[in-house]
């Protein structure tokens, strides 16, 4: 974690609101006493994009956890750095001996820190390989992990839940976010259970209850546990465990599970089997010996901005992840193009050094993972409000703007304030932890003028918000 030692800047109505005795101003203080939401658990901020005087403020020097709101600053400073056209390339080597269309040896992976190499991805490289004339591989699969470290706890779920796809940790080569689709499908007096896309080497363990009569247990309701592979060539097994209803008919249940090395060798390997290819061989770690140039390379099919668009559309917190974790790898290269393989710490202050050459000083900022699942992080509303202003001003301003949710039309506000007259024309990211609840975005004015809004609220009436948040929305529209 970082708190970034630089001077805040504010403008000056908000910081004299931000530190003004009494209570918040009008129709705030309306607002949140009828949602029972105490004004201390609020930090507020609506100002022209334009600039001028705010149009409310509120607490919005002080520091708050701004849950996934924080993936504002990651994605605007990916943007900035990396640039909206940049992509990332996934190499393959080969180590051994090859006759004709075997290879005596290993194929290396070296993992370019791809956030989206779905298992679309991953077959169209399979492909290619093949269509190079390789078939049988007598050796093991190599992951070459070196381009970051994504630190010791990176894997640990936030929640205790391994098994939810918001909790995977990020990784160089993740593929397919760490998680395949338990497809569920209640057959005579049990449930049939296959996983899409499939994953080798993986034995499920069923011990789901079949319940008679309508859907009153959904595949939601069940567990999904890691447990040891039992006969020869397994990399794990998987224990289903719950009650499903018959009548709820064919479900599916997308989860993470095992580790980032297993689950690659797995969805590697049925991936190759798939493709007519012969693997028997193991995966293991083995750091920097992807050397040279690549036999193969796959080069993602997405820009940076699709990425973007993906992280704040749905707020993917593996994504992000990676994605801060990316900025410091640029960072970190050599001259030679080798890298020290950087963490977290260089890619934090990477991040808080591109804020201090653009004249964006956040002294209260905390950055943790880059995700908002945290508990850690920090930012002022007045310092989300500041990079809103400043993303607007560049050139990549406009795919920033796109890449948040659309109120009442997609992504995580698809269902918010929908045909009210505020609905497409406000673009706000939302965040939302445990005593937690923010969003912060770019609101168009019935007049046509553009505010930027940012709205935190940490403590035990967090979850109360909600219609805070809706008529804040509702009524920033509504000025002239």
Same mark, same amino acid.
């Given at each position: 974690?970082?708190?970034?030692?630089?001077?805040?800047?504010?403008?000056?109505?908000?910081?004299?609101?931000?530190?003004?005795?009494?209570?918040?101003?009008?129709?705030?203080?309306?607002?949140?006493?009828?949602?029972?939401?105490?004004?201390?658990? #609020?930090?507020?901020?609506?100002?022209?994009?334009?600039?001028?005087?705010?149009?409310?403020?509120?607490?919005?020097?002080?520091?708050?956890?701004?849950?996934?709101?924080?993936?504002?600053?990651?994605?605007?400073?990916?943007?900035?750095?990396?640039?909206?056209?940049?992509?990332?390339?996934?190499?393959?080597?080969?180590?051994? #001996?090859?006759?004709?269309? #075997?290879?005596?040896?290993?194929? $290396?992976?070296?993992?370019?820190?791809?956030?989206?190499?779905?298992?679309?991805?991953?077959?169209?490289? #399979?492909?290619?390989?093949?269509?190079?004339?390789?078939?049988?591989?007598?050796?093991?699969?190599?992951?070459?992990?070196?381009?970051?470290?994504?630190?010791?706890?990176?894997?640990?779920?936030?929640?205790?839940?391994?098994?939810?796809?918001?909790?995977?940790?990020?990784?160089?080569?993740?593929?397919?976010?760490?998680?395949?689709?338990?497809?569920?499908?209640p057959v005579g007096g049990e449930v049939r259970i296959a996983l899409?896309?499939?994953?080798?080497?993986?034995? $499920?363990?069923?011990?789901?209850?079949?319940?008679?009569?309508?859907?009153?247990?959904?595949?939601?309701?069940?567990?999904?546990?890691?447990?040891?592979?039992?006969?020869?060539?397994?990399?794990?097994?998987?224990?289903?465990?719950?009650?499903?209803?018959?009548?709820?008919?064919?479900?599916?249940?997308?989860?993470?599970?095992?580790?980032?090395?297993?689950?690659?060798?797995?969805?590697?390997?049925?991936?190759?089997?798939?493709?007519?290819?012969?693997?028997?061989?193991?995966?293991?770690?083995?750091?920097?010996?992807?050397?040279?140039?690549?036999?193969?390379?796959?080069?993602?099919?997405?820009?940076?901005?699709?990425?973007?668009?993906?992280?704040?559309?749905?707020?993917?917190?593996?994504?992000?992840?990676?994605?801060?974790?990316?900025?410091?790898?640029?960072?970190?290269?050599?001259?030679?193009?080798?890298?020290?393989?950087?963490?977290?710490?260089?890619?934090?202050?990477?991040?808080?050094g591109w804020l201090a050459g653009e004249g964006l000083r956040f002294?209260?900022?905390?950055?943790?993972?880059?995700?908002?699942?945290?508990?850690?992080?920090?930012?002022?509303?007045?310092?989300?409000?500041?990079?809103?202003?400043?993303?607007?001003?560049?050139?990549?301003?406009?795919?920033?703007?796109?890449?948040?949710?659309?109120?009442?039309?997609?992504?995580?506000?698809?269902?918010?304030?929908?045909?009210?007259?505020?609905?497409?024309?406000?673009?706000?990211?939302?965040?939302?932890?445990?005593?937690?609840?923010?969003?912060?975005?770019?609101?168009?004015?019935?007049?046509?003028?553009?505010?930027?809004?940012?709205?935190?609220?940490?403590?035990?009436?967090?979850?109360?918000?909600?219609?805070?948040?809706?008529?804040?929305?509702?009524?920033?529209?509504?000025?002239?």
């Amino acid at each position: 974690m970082l708190g970034a030692a630089l001077g805040l800047l504010l403008p000056g109505a908000a910081a004299r609101a931000a530190g003004a005795h009494g209570g918040p101003p009008p129709p705030l203080d309306i607002w949140l006493r009828e949602a029972g939401v105490p004004a201390a658990q #609020v930090g507020v901020l609506v100002e022209p994009l334009a600039g001028g005087p705010p149009l409310l403020a509120w607490q919005s020097g002080q520091a708050f956890n701004p849950a996934s709101a924080m993936k504002l600053l990651t994605s605007s400073a990916a943007l900035a750095m990396l640039g909206p056209d940049y992509r990332w390339r996934t190499g393959a080597w080969l180590r051994g #001996v090859r006759s004709g269309d #075997v290879l005596v040896g290993d194929l $290396i992976l070296r993992g370019g820190g791809d956030p989206k190499l779905v298992i679309e991805d991953l077959s169209a490289f #399979v492909q290619r390989m093949r269509a190079q004339g390789l078939r049988e591989l007598r050796g093991d699969l190599v992951i070459d992990d070196s381009l970051f470290d994504a630190g010791a706890s990176a894997d640990e779920p936030f929640d205790g839940d391994a098994s939810q796809p918001y909790n995977v940790g990020p990784h160089p080569l993740l593929m397919n976010f760490k998680a395949s689709r338990l497809v569920l499908r209640p057959v005579g007096g049990e449930v049939r259970i296959a996983l899409d896309p499939p994953l080798a080497d993986v034995r $499920i363990d069923n011990a789901v209850r079949v319940v008679a009569g309508g859907c009153r247990h959904a595949a939601g309701g069940l567990s999904i546990r890691e447990g040891p592979g039992s006969a020869a060539g397994e990399v794990a097994s998987l224990r289903v465990s719950g009650s499903f209803s018959a009548g709820c008919g064919e479900q599916g249940l997308f989860a993470a599970m095992l580790g980032h090395r297993d689950f690659i060798h797995a969805l590697f390997k049925a991936a190759w089997e798939a493709s007519g290819g012969v693997f028997a061989g193991r995966t293991r770690v083995q750091r920097g010996v992807a050397v040279g140039p690549p036999w193969l390379e796959w080069v993602s099919p997405r820009t940076l901005a699709d990425v973007v668009r993906d992280i704040n559309k749905f707020s993917n917190n593996v994504m992000s992840r990676n994605l801060l974790l990316q900025i410091g790898a640029e960072r970190a290269l050599r001259p030679a193009g080798e890298p020290r393989r950087p963490g977290l710490a260089v890619a934090r202050e990477a991040v808080v050094g591109w804020l201090a050459g653009e004249g964006l000083r956040f002294p209260e900022l905390v950055i943790d993972n880059g995700a908002g699942l945290s508990r850690a992080e920090r930012i002022a509303p007045a310092s989300l409000a500041a990079l809103l202003r400043h993303v607007a001003a560049r050139d990549w301003g406009g795919l920033l703007r796109e890449s948040l949710p659309r109120v009442g039309q997609d992504g995580t506000m698809r269902h918010r304030l929908v045909g009210e007259a505020v609905a497409g024309r406000a673009w706000i990211k939302t965040g939302s932890l445990d005593e937690v609840r923010s969003i912060a975005g770019y609101v168009d004015t019935a007049s046509g003028r553009r505010v930027v809004a940012v709205l935190l609220v940490n403590g035990p009436a967090a979850a109360a918000s909600a219609v805070v948040q809706d008529r804040l929305l509702r009524w920033v529209h509504a000025q002239a």
